[in-house]
């Protein structure tokens, strides 16, 4: 199997292309000389797939190629699970984004809450929502995802649940809401059919009783995932794993 990149070009086959910058220093990488194959991706379209790529010209900071053969290629999972994450801190959260891509989840909607640890606003989020994207991808490459995943702007938690009231395609499928209080139903339980899932899940220290009222206010219904204490970036992860492993 050839090696896979990214391209946010559009992919046309029988044409020759220069790659973007950054594809094509991942590409230059591998030091492939002219005749070398590799796969490009860019997420487009409805129909999703790859391309075949051949290596036309390496250049000190280009690369051309001549596009082959499309392949239609299905490899996203069969139900779309978006993740409202408090957003943990260090490289925890990298590490959220890698596998939340390797697993197959929809998109992510990051977001601060009362007992956030990483807080985040203006550039630096943009520079830190621009990092995770580049996770995604890098992601993406190496599992074999035809389109990425979604990461959506840094934001409050109490201003997500304003604006996804507001919008009615935020509104589409089951809300479910990780939670330790007692009454919360078994997500085997709680989880019905196969419409979109979306899950909301605190930072370290969890939601405050007031947030969690907001969230259940706004539609979410309590969810457990068993008696022990899951941490911030492993709790949706195994709701992707029990739910997007098929």
């Known amino acids: 199997m050839s090696a896979r990149f990214y391209a946010d ?3 046309v086959p029988g044409q020759s292309v220069t790659l973007p ?3 094509a220093r991942h590409v230059q990488v591998l030091r492939l000389q002219p005749g070398g194959h590799i796969t490009l991706f860019n997420g487009r ?3 999703e797939g790859e391309f075949d790529a051949t290596v036309e010209r390496m250049g000190r900071s280009e690369v051309d190629v001549t596009l082959g053969a499309f392949t239609a290629t ?3 999972a069969s139900r ?3 993740l ?3 957003m943990p801190a260090n490289d925890r ?3 959220l984004i890698e596998k939340a891509t390797e697993l197959g989840a929809a998109s992510i909607q990051p977001v601060m809450s009362e007992r956030s640890v990483l807080r985040l606003k203006a550039e630096r989020a943009d520079k830190k929502v621009a990092h995770w994207q580049g996770i995604a991808i890098a992601s993406s490459e190496q599992c074999g995802r035809n389109r990425l995943l979604l990461i959506h702007g840094v934001c409050t938690l109490a201003d997500w649940l304003k604006q996804s009231m507001a919008a009615t395609s935020t509104n589409a499928g089951s809300r479910l809401l990780l939670s330790l209080q007692d009454g919360s139903q078994p997500l085997s339980r709680a989880v019905t059919g196969s419409g979109a899932l979306t899950f909301l899940n605190g930072p370290e220290g969890g939601l405050s009783p ?3 009222a907001a969230a259940l206010a706004c539609g979410f219904s309590r969810v457990t995932l068993g008696p022990r204490v899951l941490r911030a970036e492993t709790a949706p992860l195994a709701c992707l794993s029990l739910l997007n492993l098929d």
């Open 9 to 11: 070009i559009a992919l």
């Open 21 to 23: 910058e950054q594809t």
């Open 84 to 86: 409202v994450v408090g």
């Open 210 to 212: 007031a947030e969690e």
């Open 45 to 47: 379209g409805d129909a």
């Open 74 to 76: 299905a490899r996203e």
């Open 93 to 95: 959260m990298d590490w």
């Open 80 to 82: 779309a699970i978006h």
